[in-house]
């Protein structure tokens, strides 16, 4: 059966494949949508892709984009053989024109060798000044866009799982998590370490997470708690009461399942509930996963699959079996998908008095 279809830059050759229930589909891959951004390309608004000549293999995914793998093993050092430019047109030069993997290296090793005093080492995205015929990623603050009602307004699905950062949780030599709670001043604060200030912040989230309990296996919960909201669930509900202000069509959900698909990190620690990427696991296909999983797991995976297709198709999330409406987020109610081992509700986020505490600690319930 032909799998070749006609794009206006040239003709791609897909792949026919099957889902888990055996119904047949068309697979393209790997489709560029821009030019590669390199050279003078690089750190610009992205160039239509060029047509081809004959046909193009679209039968899997195209490569990656050049990062470190969070989860690999290899430590990043830094070196002593480096440039030193004050010249901002030459930095430019420089970044360009510097090979992808020796960008990813110098930028990783940027952060584990920064100062305190440095909030961030790394690239990160920035209002861009404005340049004629140069368009621009961003030409204000998001904070400040999203405050004040200038964004588009499209169907949105925000997903959250309830242990996020256990996943990336790193013990010392004795077993113990690190207990130094100045690193989880936010680095926006710009809180130098080993002032009063950074002392005094610090103190305030030990005694609302731990109070005077010592660090050891029996506040586990309580670590990632308080990892888990610095990392992931503050900034993620800031930005739903943003744009629940204004937009309607923001759906939350949070996933507390914990079955035989999920990655085994909450199972290793003895708690119940899911960690970084465990919700994904149930969304995308993986053979391995397939052959480990129970009935209630393949509940979960038709429903989220199900509820994901008709998102994209209608705009609304639904699924054939679900007793309950999934409703929109709003700053009033709350609500929230909330998925775990006995049921699939909609509910008010849980424990929103964590987020509350933290918007009030770093001013952020300012800026709603």
């Known amino acids: 059966m032909s799998c070749l ?19 047949q589909y068309y697979s393209f891959e790997g489709i560029p949508y821009a030019k590669p951004p390199i050279g003078d390309l690089r750190f610009k608004a992205p160039v239509p ?13 195209g490569e990656k984009c050049a990062q470190m793998n969070p989860f690999g093993k290899g430590i990043v050092e830094g ?15 420089i970044f360009k024109n510097t090979p992808a993997d020796e960008l990813v290296n110098a930028f990783v090793s940027a952060e584990i060798n920064r100062p305190p005093a440095v909030i961030n080492a790394f690239l990160l995205p920035v209002v861009e000044k404005y340049y004629e015929g140069v368009e621009r990623f961003f030409d204000e603050l998001p904070l400040i866009a999203f405050r004040e009602n200038r964004f588009n307004k499209v169907p949105i699905i925000i997903t959250i799982n309830s242990f996020e950062s256990a996943l990336f ?19 926006f604060l710009q809180i130098q370490h080993g002032t009063e200030q950074a002392v005094q912040f610090a103190s305030k989230l030990r005694n609302y997470y731990f109070g005077d309990r010592k660090f050891d296996e029996n506040v586990k919960t309580d670590y990632l708690n308080l990892t888990s909201d610095h990392y992931f669930a503050r900034d993620t509900m800031l930005f739903m009461e943003l744009v629940s202000k204004y937009h309607k069509d923001l759906y939350l959900c949070r996933f507390d399942y914990n079955g035989n698909v999920n990655t085994s990190t909450i199972k290793n620690m003895g708690l119940q509930g899911a960690s970084h990427g465990d919700l994904v696991q149930y969304i995308f296909y993986r053979s391995n996963k397939l052959k480990v999983a129970s009935g209630s797991d393949v509940e979960i995976i038709n429903m989220l699959t199900e509820a994901w ?20 987020y709003n700053k009033e109610e709350k609500l929230c998908l909330n998925i775990d081992n006995k049921k699939i509700e909609v509910k008010k986020y849980p424990n929103f008095e964590r987020i509350q505490f933290w918007f009030d600690l770093t001013g952020l319930r300012a800026k709603l």
Do not use: M
């Open 79 to 93: 070196s002593e053989d480096c440039h030193t430019v004050t010249n901002k047109h030459e930095l430019c030069e």
């Open 169 to 187: 949780v790193n013990k010392d030599e004795n077993g113990v998590v690190y207990e130094d709670l100045k690193y989880f001043i936010p680095r």
């Open 49 to 61: 892709p060029e047509s081809w000549t004959g046909i193009r293999d679209a039968k899997k995914p």
């Open 5 to 23: 279809v006609k794009v206006s830059e040239g003709i791609l050759e897909g792949k026919l494949r099957k889902t888990y229930y055996g119904k």
């Open 309 to 328: 297709c008709n998102f994209v198709k209608t705009g609304r999330p639904h699924w054939k079996t679900q007793q309950t409406k999934w409703l929109p």
